[in-house]
């Protein structure tokens, strides 16, 4: 007998773990596994973001992921030893978002948290299991899964299928997405270290240059204990071994350890984990093929820059999370609609991901790239500017923005009324904290909200009431007008806090009625 599940989840990273557990917490029944035979244990991606930190606030999970992190309190910039520029950190992001930090977590820490979630309602994930292929059947879903423990294949049906599988992502191969982009030329070492306390292990980040080279140093946890990045420089001994990226796992610690002294002069007690590895940028041609989806690294991949990886991955999950369960629950819905409010998950997310493609390219361009433009770059704009534009506060904001991907919008997306001003619809609600209170304690919960900052008409709460949707009033203050909101207007929000539309003047039940209708969503 073939099991059943509404969502077939394949990997079990940080995406596959947010996808089963805002899905769980919508009511909708997941099966995850992975090939792997045990959880990770070493630290990968370690930048969490503020948007993403945001968005656990659904789950009640924001707070213990910052106590589990480490907010990194500034970064210092040097240019062959010499120090020349501070930046501090904390606060950056200050009146934009409750999380105004860049905050620091080990991703098998971060693993670990969600796991445990995950397993606390029930639910853990297959161990040791490989996806074979699937059948899409056009109304389920048949996965074949190998158990490598027993050898033994068996089958699996389900309504839908995801992909949280990585880069080399076996449910991208089934659908016949193309994975379009390029492979950086670059060989890059990463390595989490344990270093002796000099002016570099200080807690802070780090980013030196020095000639056409870059070394970055993280912090993670504690004082000592951070993430180097850098370029390995090939010598004539060592040429062959690190120009071939068919040997690119034989290069080990011992081999780049007298660049990382040079550059730095730190003193590492211990190495906890080392690789090598050449940057990609690619982005799938599709994101969905009927009843698959991509999440994560299986669709988008990018240079490390800026820590964008995980983040734009977790957040495609709980982009489709709440489109997946509004299909599997509103039997009501016709097909066409439940194709048009899953089509826009692809046109949203590959939209993004998009964008953050070029971004980190024009960031790793500006760290690697060689010749006069790069040296100017390196060693006089990126030491001299950034510091100077800082200390302007329009500049923080913008650069804290699209940082911590609060800058993601779906303007234009099918989801969204056309409208103008500061504040549009796709964009996510602006946070205003007033008197130790934010507008955003109310998104807590997963469901559609209607928001007025103001006075409400008078027939809005019993519109609300008929149509089982969340009414919120706030009391007008002049700080929800310079955030960009509009005093009496009615924002409709969507379960993943975006605007969905922003209603003025008369006639708004009606309009609210015209949106849900004409999107078939009730």
């Known amino acids: 007998m073939k099991p059943h599940t509404d969502v077939l989840i394949v990997g079990a990273g940080p995406t596959g773990l947010v996808l089963a557990l805002w899905l769980h917490r919508q009511g909708v029944n997941v099966h995850i596994f992975d090939q792997a035979d045990a959880p990770a244990k070493n630290s990968r991606a ?23 992190g480490y907010k990194l309190p500034g970064t210092n910039l040097w240019v062959h030893g010499q120090h020349k520029a501070h930046i501090s950190l904390l606060d950056f992001g200050r009146e934009l978002t409750p999380y105004p930090f860049m905050l620091n977590v080990p991703q ?5 948290m969600l796991e445990t979630h ?3 309602i029930g639910i853990h994930v297959q161990r040791g299991t490989k996806l074979q292929g699937f059948v899409d059947h056009g109304s389920s879903i ?17 309504s839908y299928i995801v992909g ?16 379009e982009g390029e492979t950086y030329k670059p060989l890059f070492y990463i390595a989490d270290v344990e270093a002796q306390d000099n002016k570099l292990s200080n807690g802070e980040g780090n980013l030196l240059f020095t000639n056409d080279i870059f070394n970055l140093m993280i912090p993670y946890s504690k004082k000592g204990h951070a993430r180097l990045i850098g370029i390995i420089t090939p010598n004539n001994d060592q040429s062959p071994t690190l120009e071939s990226p068919d040997h690119d796992h034989q290069v080990t610690f011992e081999d780049v350890r007298p660049q990382i002294t040079e550059t730095t002069h730190i003193d590492i007690k211990n190495v906890n984990w080392f690789s090598t590895y050449r940057s990609h940028h690619r982005v799938a041609d599709k994101f969905r093929k009927n009843r698959a989806f991509l999440v994560g690294d299986a669709a988008h991949i990018h240079s490390p820059v800026g820590g964008q990886g995980m983040n734009t991955g977790i957040m495609d999950s709980i982009n489709l999370a709440w489109k997946l369960t509004t299909v599997l629950k509103r ?4 097909e066409e609609a439940k194709d048009q409010l899953l089509d826009s998950y692809e046109s949203e997310r590959r939209s993004f991901a998009l964008t953050i493609v070029k971004s980190t390219d024009a960031g790793f361009t500006t760290l690697t790239s060689q010749g006069i433009l790069g ?9 001299y500017l950034v510091p100077l534009v800082v200390r302007f506060e329009f500049a923080r904001k913008r650069i804290f923005r699209g940082a911590s991907q609060l800058i993601c919008n779906y303007r234009g997306s099918a989801l969204c009324q056309t409208d103008e001003g500061m504040v549009q619809s796709g964009d996510r609600l602006p946070w205003v904290r007033i008197d130790q209170q934010d507008n955003f304690s109310t998104l807590q919960d997963l469901c559609w909200q209607l928001h007025v900052y103001g006075e409400p008409g008078p027939q809005l709460d019993q519109w609300a009431r008929k149509k089982d949707v969340k009414l919120f009033i706030f009391h007008w203050n002049d700080q929800y007008a310079e955030a960009g909101l509009i005093k009496d207007a009615v924002y409709l929000l969507r379960p993943d806090h975006y605007i969905a539309g922003i209603f003025e003047g008369s006639s708004i039940e009606s309009r609210l009625d015209e949106y849900f209708l004409t999107r078939g969503l009730y």
Not at 146 to 155: L, M, N, P
Not at 375 to 383: D, S, T
Request: hydrophobic share 40%; glycine share 6%; proline share 1%.
């Open 375 to 383: 040296h100017i770059l390196r060693k006089w704009l990126i030491p």
């Open 46 to 68: 370690i930048v969490v973001h503020a948007r993403i930190i945001e968005l656990y606030r659904q789950l009640g999970l924001s707070e213990e992921l910052v106590a589990l």
């Open 331 to 334: 039997t009501d819905m016709s």
């Open 118 to 120: 995950l397993n606390d």
């Open 164 to 179: 949280c599988d990585g880069a080399h992502s076996e449910v991208r191969h089934t659908i016949g997405a193309k994975y």
């Open 108 to 112: 098998d820490d971060h693993e670990k």
């Open 142 to 158: 048949t996965a074949t899964l190998f158990h490598e423990t027993d050898g033994i294949s068996t089958t699996h049906e389900a």
